[in-house]
């Protein structure tokens, strides 16, 4: 009953040598589209390649507990950013989450897709603070997030979409983990950016050495009408609604810049393939030895498809 639903998060855990994933998984709630609710799910893998979807016995679904989900599935549910904290000192707190929440009385009180808190001392088992803690940012923000403990300013940062939904990079900041900074733009579309390169979906980023390389996602369009209409013609490029990577990179972790002359680094495939569609970038690629790992989800399927 599940469809993989995009988002992933890998990390690399130096202190046991596992590989951890934790993937969206989606169920539709009805044939119209965008109907939908999205759980969590969790995998390990010893080498990064072969993986292991453990029996965690830990979320019911359709009567069962059989199965790997972490946390159970809810509208909206979807751009869950998972990541360990280097700096924690509360172990219950070592695994920190953001992820977004549609419930009926948030969408009575007219707010959309916030973004909410939880943490976890191993990763598994997940706790929610109540509500008076959770939205922590009530503004909201759609498809993934990426959230991060930043050495450089000492801080925790995540990446956000402008409001309303616009689709542009922003970033907030927290010492905490709880209370956030309002979202400034850190990336956004300019003169040099053609027509149909104009729609910024989100943007991931690791550290390097002295500088801070981000993953752009680039969804190309024309007109602002499709995209709120989401419908494929059969007269439009190849190209159109396909998404794609450019490389960003920052000296400080605040002020961004353009790289690789706004060429992809990550390119969609032949048509037919398993990544025609969509390539979107990971949540946060890693080094280990002298190489940089980098995990990305690959889509046959346009976006509005």
Excluded at 83 to 91: G, L, N
Excluded at 152 to 164: M, Q, S
Excluded at 243 to 266: C, F, I, K
């Amino acid at each position: 009953d599940w469809q993989f639903g995009g988002y992933t998060n890998v990390m690399h855990d130096a202190d046991d040598g596992l590989f951890k994933m934790w993937y969206n998984v989606r169920r539709p709630l009805s044939e119209q589209r965008g109907e939908d609710a999205d759980g969590l799910a969790y995998a390990f893998s010893e080498d990064g390649i072969n993986w292991q979807t453990p029996v965690i016995n830990l979320v019911e679904d359709n009567g069962s507990t059989d199965n790997n989900l972490v946390f159970p599935f809810f509208r909206w549910g979807a751009g869950n950013s998972v990541f360990k904290d280097p700096v924690e000192t509360d172990s219950a707190k070592r695994y920190k989450m953001l992820f977004m929440l549609q419930s009926e009385s948030m969408r009575f009180a007219g707010i959309c897709q916030p973004v909410c808190v939880a943490y976890s001392a191993d990763g598994i088992y997940w706790n929610v603070p109540p509500g008076w803690l959770n939205p922590v940012i009530p503004e909201g923000t759609d498809t993934q997030i990426v959230a991060y403990w930043e050495p450089k300013i000492r801080r925790y940062v995540v990446y956000l979409r402008g409001r309303p939904n616009v689709r542009i990079i922003c970033m907030a900041e927290s010492e905490d983990f709880e209370s956030w900074t309002p979202r400034q733009t850190i990336v956004e579309p300019d003169e040099q950016d053609p027509p149909h390169d104009r729609e910024f979906y989100g943007m991931s980023s690791m550290l390097y050495r002295d500088m801070r390389i981000g993953f752009l996602s680039i969804f190309h369009t024309l007109n602002e009408g499709w995209i709120a209409a989401n419908q494929i013609e059969p007269w439009m490029p190849e190209w159109m609604n396909q998404m794609d990577v450019q490389l960003t990179y920052s000296h400080d972790g605040r002020t961004w810049h353009r790289a690789g002359n706004r060429e992809p680094v990550l390119v969609c495939g032949d048509s037919g393939a398993y990544d025609s569609g969509s390539v979107l970038p990971p949540n946060a690629p890693f080094i280990i030895d002298d190489e940089i790992w980098i995990y990305h989800h690959g889509s046959n399927r346009l976006h509005g498809e």
